[in-house]
């Protein structure tokens, strides 16, 4: 981890002896490390503004992983990085819409942990750590994302952003979408994927995060989590 | 004219009695497109008798006209029931050889006529329709819809002006002996009664048959029961030991990667301690330990997604992923003589595609293991990550020099089980068969080339 980078790292990990041999590999790097086996023993004699960095586990006893990533993220914007067993969808969308930062799947490698604190701290040193926002301005036709970078959008651009937020959550078909934006092509809605698709690359190259169309599979398209309409 | 009428009546009576057993029985009978045809042309058959008996009578242009007419219908019918499919063959046999029967009489009966033209026009009338009839028999079965409507119309058509011709022939000629000597014969009375015999013929097969097919399909309803039951208790037995292996195979991989997590990380631990010259040996004691556990916990990740996310579609969690740092992360899975190796070729820009993030992870770690296992120690394996704006997605290649140029062409070796050219290297050959079933859930495809002496997989993902 860079000069720059995190200094007091936090481990929540109910397995010991991977927190304590992550622990020995971290301090071995020069950095401060505290090791704690559950969520409730990190909350009583923790203290959240004294860490940096969190490495924390997902199935911890007592007070669950998620449960302590939200806290974390309520008092503090540093780093927050998942490292479990669990696969699979919930344990995944649960932990990064708690504000995690990133999710490591274990077995995990101590590289790889550095590498993904490197990662992080980062984007935390540039003002872009936890749950990203998303404001759309129609008037400037402008898509800002809450690390403070900007996504300029053509008038289809703006019309399928706010196309999406006016369908919420369940999104829209691409029949739909493709009809209402006038990009069919010959009854297929291959132009809107490929509109789609320049958009969402637009977007990341733009802000550096996930652009914020979701796919709904074999469907059509939605928006992601916390975007707003000015 | 005179008739004999005991014969007549008594052919009456047994037609009625005919009738009564096929309307008892019509409530069966309609339910089979050809009975339900057959016994229309009956009631147009007792309506040509009658009328055929006032015709007799007095040979006027409005009876000619009926009986015309009703055996139009009659022979309409008939046909029409004959050309069902349903019609079962040996029925139709039987129907079609007392049809041909009756012409051939009625062949037989018109010799007798003074009249040539009569004569004639029922000589020909008959042969037609009895032609007609046997390519209808040879054939109906199997024609389609449209031939066989086709040669119905046919017989029908030449059946209707060949009654009115020798109808009419008949009527102009007023010709009383072909009614005397047709029907107040021997031959006319026969001729009724092997009609009535026919008819009771029938009625019996018909009957026998409907009976006969029911009870078939009572039998095959109760056996196709029994084997669905089976059946499905077969799929509930072969579910449960299917759930309870993944059951076992989930418990197994959990049990054990997470001692082998801890197993590696003290592996790390010690090795990075060992930094001194006279550690060198055994850190490559524990580079090899490592090397070997980390295998085991690719080997039990496959099997681990191929038990699980893979079966149940429901896991799969595509998100939008920043895939130059999962190939970064992916690249430390590797150890460092390993990773050494490995050369990244990127564009610098942040790149996302939508992906599960977990299964991508083991899908590259797979292709890259694959070409370290293939090439010759220490050449290099070239990682590329590049836009495919045409399909609008995100390739993934790998290319590595391959040890063994004799390359099995043919041989699929994205099926499970199915390994590489060099059967002394290691592997279950699970890797390349769940990659491909990975990128296969993200609408992507894998594929491999060969290039100089290169081997190059390339795996792209559908964005």
Known sequence: VERSGPKRICIIDDDVEYGEFLASFLRAQGLEVSLYQSGSAFIADGDIASHDFFLVDLGLPGIDGVDVIMLIRAQSNAGVIIISGRMGPDAFNAGLSAGADMFLNKPVRFDQVLQAMRTVSHRVSAGDSGVTHWTLDGASAELACSNGRAAKLTPLELQIFQLLAEQGEAGCDRETMAARLGVQDAGSARNLDAAIFRLRKKVEQATHRAAPIRTLHGVGYALGANFHVK | VSLHLPTLLTAHVWMLFALTVMVGMLWRIIRKPSLKNWFYSDLWALIGIVAFYFFIDEPTRPAMIAFAL?????????????????????????????????????????????????????????????????????????????????????ALAYGFAAVLRAGHALVADANVLFAATTFNTLTSSSMILLGVLAHIGFVVIAFDELNQAESEAAQTAIREAERRSHAEERERESNRVAEEQKGFIEVLTH???????????????????????????????????????????????????????????????????????????????????????????????????????????????????????????????????????????????????????????????????????????????????????????????????????????????AD
């Open chain 2, 70 to 154: 009703s055996t139009w219908f009659t022979i309409y019918f008939r046909v029409i029931a004959l050309s069902q499919p349903d019609f079962a063959r040996p029925f139709r046999r039987v129907a079609l050889s007392a049809i041909a029967a009756l012409f051939a009489l009625n062949v037989f009966a018109d010799a007798s006529l003074a009249n040539l033209r009569t004569f004639c026009n029922s000589i020909v009338f008959a042969s037609l329709c009895a032609c007609l009839l046997y390519v209808l028999m040879r054939s109906s079965a199997r024609q389609s819809r449209f031939g066989r409507s086709l040669i119905a119309a046919s």
């Open chain 2, 255 to 461: 049990e054990v990667r997470q001692p082998l997590n801890n197993a590696s990380a003290a592996l790390q631990s010690i090795g990075t301690q060992l930094v001194a010259p006279d550690g060198a040996a055994q850190t490559a004691a524990i580079a090899r330990a490592q090397a070997v556990i980390d295998k085991v916990a690719t080997a039990l990740s496959n099997a681990l997604v191929a038990a699980t996310i893979l079966e149940r579609r429901q896991q799969f969690n595509p998100v939008r992923c920043d895939h130059m740092l999962l190939v970064e992360m992916v690249t430390l899975d590797f150890n460092v003589a390993e990773r050494a190796r490995l050369e990244t070729q990127a564009q610098n820009a942040p790149l996302y595609v939508t992906a599960d993030p977990i299964l991508l992870r083991i899908a590259l770690r797979n292709l890259i293991e694959n070409a370290l296992r293939y090439s010759p120690p220490g050449a290099p394996v070239i990682v590329r990550v590049a836009e495919n704006d045409a399909d609008m997605g995100v390739e993934f290649s790998v290319e590595n020099v391959e040890k063994n140029a004799a390359w099995i062409e043919g041989v699929d070796i994205f099926e499970r089980r199915v390994r590489g050219p060099d059967v002394n290297a290691s592997g279950s050959g699970m890797g390349l068969y769940i990659t491909s079933e990975i990128a296969k859930l993200h609408q992507g495809w894998i594929r491999t080339r060969h290039e100089d002496g290169r081997r190059i997989f390339t795996l792209f993902l």
